[in-house]
């Protein structure tokens, strides 16, 4: 374990009495380097000042729109964070982050409210954002058959709808890039992959008023097509299967696709970990993929060798040492892209966490 624990956070103190954990995403204040982590809990999000290590400080809480939910995510768009939940008639809250800087350092976190807020669906799962194009996609909302409803978020304060892409049934979690990658059929495209229940989508969504499906790919022993992520070059896609480990047995199992030819994607690899444990949501930076893996803690994981079928683990944090079992406990998120390389997690039991590679 060569990852250092350097600060935590409970949940009572993050949420209030009775909360639990969900989403974490991070931001960095550019004109001042300071660095926060946002942080969901059922009750709405805490957004915490970490440039001070050994204090982590909570600026304020942003209560839920309507009412508590386990489901909270959130992204960025420039100095903005989005955030959605699957409590009923939430819709989409809007927050500056740019007064997490000038809220007056007091003894008591203040309470926030959002600068706008969008209505265009009530529930959602999950928010993704494309950020060299300032468009947000919920999805598993109660539009669109639950696949990604567009919204312009290029004025934060003033999203707008902008369609969505119903025809591939609900999506859990998805990435969307500007392409430019292997396929050049595609360069400069924005690209959407998708994370549907029971198989993966690759839909062109540049045209907002008529996204294209690219392929469709499914994989051998499916439980739930949950969340995936691009090695850096776009040659791979990392996928989390949420339900595999508890329907067919086995260790963590992640499913490696080809995606060099976005038109004929490809099973590549499976890397299996070292637990029993349920892998959640994984990103990668560099050759490095990090791990939300439930019971089992983050797990580090080198994918120097992906392309000759080789992922080997070199660190983990576990913030739930209990046990390793394929239940739905511990870590819901990681977020690696500090330029620090602070890594921050959230815990579904236990709370916020930062920790860093030992030195």
Same mark, same amino acid.
């Given at each position: #374990? #060569?990852? =250092?624990?350097? $600060?935590?956070?409970?949940?009572e103190t993050l949420g209030g009495t009775g909360a639990s954990g969900n989403d974490c995403w991070g931001w960095t204040d550019q004109s001042t380097g300071k660095e926060y982590a946002l942080v969901g809990v059922s009750t709405g999000t805490s !957004?915490? =000042?970490? &440039? +001070?290590? @050994?204090?982590?400080?909570i600026i304020g809480f942003l209560p839920t729109h309507t009412i508590s939910s386990s489901w909270r995510d959130i992204k960025t768009y420039g100095n903005y964070a989005f955030i959605v939940s699957e409590a009923s008639g939430h819709g989409m809250q809007v !927050?500056?982050?740019?007064?997490?800087?000038s809220t007056s350092s007091g003894l008591s976190p203040i309470t926030f409210t959002e600068d706008a807020h969008y209505d265009g669906f009530g529930k959602a799962h999950n928010i993704i954002i494309n950020e060299s194009k300032g468009y947000a996609y919920a999805v598993g909302t109660n539009t669109f058959s639950g696949g990604?409803?567009?919204? =312009?978020? &290029?004025?934060?304060? +003033?999203?707008? $709808?902008a369609g969505g892409y119903g025809n591939d049934a609900y999506s859990h979690d998805a990435q969307v890039i500007t392409y430019n990658g292997p396929d050049s059929d595609y360069t400069g495209k924005e690209i959407l992959i998708g994370s549907n229940q029971n198989v993966v989508v690759i839909v062109d969504v540049t045209d907002k008023t008529n996204p294209t499906q690219i392929a469709t790919i499914n994989y051998p022993n499916i439980g739930y097509t949950h969340q995936g992520w691009f090695t850096e070059d776009l040659n791979y896609f990392i996928l989390g299967d949420e339900l595999d480990e508890r329907n067919f047995g086995g #260790?963590?199992? #992640?499913?490696? !696709? +080809? !995606?060099s030819d976005l038109d004929n994607p490809s099973v590549h690899m499976d890397y299996y970990g070292p637990t029993t444990a349920i892998d959640h949501n994984g990103y990668t930076k560099g050759n490095d993929y990090y791990l939300a893996n439930y019971s089992a803690g983050i797990r580090i994981i080198d994918i120097t060798n992906i392309s +000759? @079928?080789?992922?080997? @683990?070199?660190?983990?944090?576990?913030?739930y040492p209990s046990n390793d079992n394929a239940s739905f406990n511990g870590v819901w998120n990681v977020y690696p892209y500090f330029s620090s390389g602070n890594i921050i997690i959230s815990d579904i039991n236990s709370g916020f966490y930062i920790v860093r590679k030992s030195e």
């Amino acid at each position: #374990n #060569n990852y =250092d624990l350097v $600060a935590r956070i409970d949940l009572e103190t993050l949420g209030g009495t009775g909360a639990s954990g969900n989403d974490c995403w991070g931001w960095t204040d550019q004109s001042t380097g300071k660095e926060y982590a946002l942080v969901g809990v059922s009750t709405g999000t805490s !957004f915490i =000042d970490i &440039s +001070n290590l @050994e204090t982590p400080k909570i600026i304020g809480f942003l209560p839920t729109h309507t009412i508590s939910s386990s489901w909270r995510d959130i992204k960025t768009y420039g100095n903005y964070a989005f955030i959605v939940s699957e409590a009923s008639g939430h819709g989409m809250q809007v !927050f500056d982050l740019m007064k997490l800087g000038s809220t007056s350092s007091g003894l008591s976190p203040i309470t926030f409210t959002e600068d706008a807020h969008y209505d265009g669906f009530g529930k959602a799962h999950n928010i993704i954002i494309n950020e060299s194009k300032g468009y947000a996609y919920a999805v598993g909302t109660n539009t669109f058959s639950g696949g990604p409803h567009f919204v =312009d978020i &290029s004025n934060p304060l +003033n999203p707008t $709808a902008a369609g969505g892409y119903g025809n591939d049934a609900y999506s859990h979690d998805a990435q969307v890039i500007t392409y430019n990658g292997p396929d050049s059929d595609y360069t400069g495209k924005e690209i959407l992959i998708g994370s549907n229940q029971n198989v993966v989508v690759i839909v062109d969504v540049t045209d907002k008023t008529n996204p294209t499906q690219i392929a469709t790919i499914n994989y051998p022993n499916i439980g739930y097509t949950h969340q995936g992520w691009f090695t850096e070059d776009l040659n791979y896609f990392i996928l989390g299967d949420e339900l595999d480990e508890r329907n067919f047995g086995g #260790n963590t199992r #992640n499913i490696v !696709f +080809n !995606f060099s030819d976005l038109d004929n994607p490809s099973v590549h690899m499976d890397y299996y970990g070292p637990t029993t444990a349920i892998d959640h949501n994984g990103y990668t930076k560099g050759n490095d993929y990090y791990l939300a893996n439930y019971s089992a803690g983050i797990r580090i994981i080198d994918i120097t060798n992906i392309s +000759n @079928e080789t992922m080997t @683990e070199i660190g983990y944090f576990d913030t739930y040492p209990s046990n390793d079992n394929a239940s739905f406990n511990g870590v819901w998120n990681v977020y690696p892209y500090f330029s620090s390389g602070n890594i921050i997690i959230s815990d579904i039991n236990s709370g916020f966490y930062i920790v860093r590679k030992s030195e």
